[in-house]
């Protein structure tokens, strides 16, 4: 392949998979006036595994898929932080984003994966 | 421990994290900009509102809480925003510079907004609108050919990990210990570091743009060539080079950042050395200086104390309940039972095997001679000490440093004080003796880490303390305070500073230094709106 070429084709990839978290979707023309998971969320679990899931479950931070967490609380310690646990801001993960992040680690099943603290 | 949390006390939780703001003045999200009505703020937000829309101004107390958390002592509540602005385009971030110079509106600018141990979002004052710029947040170029890559501040290390993946590019990243949610943006203008070949940041940086107070865009470097191809290849450009003008600085917003990426080496190979003295690092120090020099060794050497490792996974309660700093002693055993000596080295050959095993038996005989033990995934493999460091010196993505931050307990607390000192023997003993003494003294227990660049090092001390508990961050603030001063006193000075130190820092630097990075400000934001008392620049 032409090295321009492979150059842009790489450049539109990287767009639609940060626009849909690995969603097949068409490139966002309007992605400079907005960040891109603004118009498309990106799913529960490829958020968890991005953020929370490098502490949770994961010798750092207690486990919480499958304990039944009221989503509320969940959402309202990802918003103000935690002891050593950071804020995240609106910015970082949309409201819509952690309403859906929220519901999704308050049903979902515990990983036999996972490790405590 | 909490895993075993009935939803009633988790419900507690929340609603106590939900009302903090509540609690005490100190620990409100918010405080109005110094003299500046409320009528006058309420303007300010509504002309942001026209600028960004509705949901990316926070100016209430609740909407403001995420910018409020950090880490460090804030007792007197000196670090609190007055709310946050969230740009989507650099046109917008050059409306909202044209209404805080109207408005005389301080703002502070974030990538990411996770300097941790340095005060995370917070302002050097409080007041400060936070200018995030999260959602400018797009990987505008990688050149597969060159390794070269143009991010806007909002993209994180995990976000160019997985545009390497997805495109297959034979490219590493190199990353802060605390990748996944930090931005390459953030960490480059604080002149961070990382551990593969590539981890002196703004070594690696090259091109930027930055919106200056006026609103004038400035590229610098080739970036303002017209129909010019050559940003991110050659650094210096034409007449003085400016980029370190916008580092670590309150001169202008950066907008973009252009930065090289390491060719992906065909065989990686990470050692450790273990020590098993305290004392045994000024030996190991005069062994790695001329490996970092000649380059046999071509990655920032890491001599990890075994108490900050072991603070990564363990909680102080778990090891020690009595009264002041934990002994030597008992610090040792642990690390033995652990398979970790007082100092652990590490280290790495990138290349191939041929040239891995060429220059491997010249950097173990080195070691080897003085007392060291050289380790390597052939006895440590599934250590999890030795595993995080060998991500780390690959540009593997981790978030597991972030344990020592609640090495004292649920509600964490970590400041960093970060001298940097020529890497010779003389000066890593002498600084960890001042270390332990002052830490010692006020009960602290010295977590070190040494990160040998290349003639020089860092010297990474994390100050673990209880931040729910007022009396303890009164003492840690005294603390650091202290060993600032005192390392001052011995000509070693922090390279960084967190938002509570920046000018006490900054007088060490001197008053010319202080006085041409005045007269820098008046000329390029003579209303002083960017970051007022960012590394002590009013
Ligand atoms: C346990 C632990 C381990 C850590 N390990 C490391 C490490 O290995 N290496 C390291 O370097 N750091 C380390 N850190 C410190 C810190 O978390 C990182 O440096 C992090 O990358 C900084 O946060 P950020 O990228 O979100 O930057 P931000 O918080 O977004 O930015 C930092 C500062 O830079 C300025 N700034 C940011 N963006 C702009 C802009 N666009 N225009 C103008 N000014 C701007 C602002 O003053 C801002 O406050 C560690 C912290 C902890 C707690």
């Not at chain 1, 960040?35 to 929370?52: F, H, N, S, W």
């Not at chain 2, 309420?42 to 107390?61: P, S, T, Y």
């Not at chain 2, 004292?408 to 400041?415: K, V």
């Amino acid at each position: 392949m032409h090295a321009r070429q492979r150059r842009w084709t790489a450049l539109t990839l990287g767009l639609v998979l940060l626009a849909g978290g690995g969603l097949a979707g068409s490139l966002s023309n309007s992605a400079s006036a907005q960040a891109t998971y603004e118009i498309e969320p990106r799913a529960p679990e490829y958020l968890y595994a991005r953020t929370c899931g490098y502490c949770h479950g994961h010798n750092i931070a207690p486990i919480i898929r499958g304990r039944n967490l009221p989503p509320a609380v969940i959402s309202s310690i990802v918003r103000s932080g935690m002891g050593a646990m950071p804020a995240f801001k609106p910015t970082e993960i949309t409201d819509t984003e952690l309403e859906a992040l929220s519901e999704w680690i308050s049903q979902s099943e515990a990983d036999p994966e996972e490790h405590g603290q | 421990m909490s895993n075993g949390f009935s939803r009633r006390e988790v419900m507690a939780i929340g609603g106590a994290v939900a009302s903090t703001a509540a609690l005490t003045p100190m620990a409100r999200a918010r405080m109005m900009p110094q003299d500046m009505d409320r009528d006058v703020f309420a303007a300010v937000v509504r002309e942001l509102r026209a600028i960004v829309g509705d949901d990316w101004v926070f100016a209430d107390e609740a909407s403001t809480l995420s910018y409020r958390k950090s880490g460090i002592p804030d007792l007197r509540g000196e670090h609190v925003p007055s709310g946050a602005v969230a740009p989507a385009n650099v046109e917008q971030v050059q409306a909202i510079l044209a209404v805080a110079n109207r408005y005389r509106l301080p703002l502070w600018p974030i990538s990411t907004g996770k300097n941790m141990g340095y005060g995370m979002a917070t302002p050097a004052s409080s007041g400060q609108m936070i200018l995030d710029l999260k959602r400018m947040n797009r990987i505008l170029d990688f050149d597969a050919e060159l390794g070269t890559i143009l991010v806007e501040p909002g993209v994180t290390y995990q976000q160019i990990h997985d545009y390497i993946e997805d495109n297959d590019l034979p490219y590493w990243i190199d990353v802060p210990t605390v990748g996944p949610i930090v931005s390459m943006v953030g960490n480059t203008l604080e002149r961070g570091v990382g551990y593969t070949p590539y981890g002196d940041h703004f070594f690696m940086q090259c091109g930027m743009e930055v919106v200056l107070a006026d609103g004038t865009v400035l590229k610098t470097g080739m970036g303002s060539i017209e129909n010019g191809n050559t940003w991110q290849a050659f650094k210096w450009g034409y007449g003085p080079y400016l980029d370190g003008i916008f580092t670590q600085s309150n001169f202008g917003v950066v907008t973009k950042l252009g930065m090289w990426m390491m060719p992906r080496p065909p065989a990686y190979k990470p050692f450790m050395v273990r020590s098993a003295e305290v004392s045994d690092i000024a030996a190991i120090t005069d062994a790695v200086r001329p490996f970092r020099m000649n380059n046999l060794i071509p990655n920032a050497v890491m001599m990890m104390g075994a108490l900050y490792q072991l603070s990564m996974f363990n909680r102080r309660a778990d090891i020690w309940q009595e009264e002041g700093p934990i002994p030597e002693e008992v610090i040792k055993t642990l690390a033995r039972q652990n398979e970790l000596g007082m100092w652990n080295t590490f280290f790495a050959l990138y290349g191939t095997d041929e040239t891995i095993a060429a220059t491997e038996p010249i950097i173990r005989g080195a070691f080897e001679a003085i007392g060291g033990e050289v380790l390597t995934d052939a006895e440590l493999n599934g250590n999890p000490y030795f595993e995080h460091n060998k991500a780390l010196m690959r540009g593997g993505l981790t978030l597991e440093e972030k344990g020592l931050v609640r090495w004292w307990g649920r509600s964490g607390g970590a400041i960093a004080f970060a001298p940097v000192a020529p890497a010779k023997g003389g000066e890593t003993q002498g600084q960890t003796e001042l270390a332990i003494e002052v830490m010692n003294k006020w009960g602290f227990d010295y977590a070190p880490a040494y990160v040998v660049g290349s003639r020089e090092l860092h010297h990474i001390i994390f100050l673990m303390f209880d931040k729910g508990d007022d009396e303890q961050s009164a003492k840690a603030e005294q603390c650091m305070n202290e060993m600032i001063t005192r390392f001052g006193e011995r000509g070693w000075a922090a390279y960084r500073s967190s938002v509570s130190t920046m000018d006490l820092v900054a007088d060490q630097y001197g008053a010319a230094n202080r006085e041409v990075n005045a007269r820098l400000k008046q000329a390029l934001d003579p209303n002083h709106i960017i970051a007022p008392g960012k590394q002590g620049i009013a």
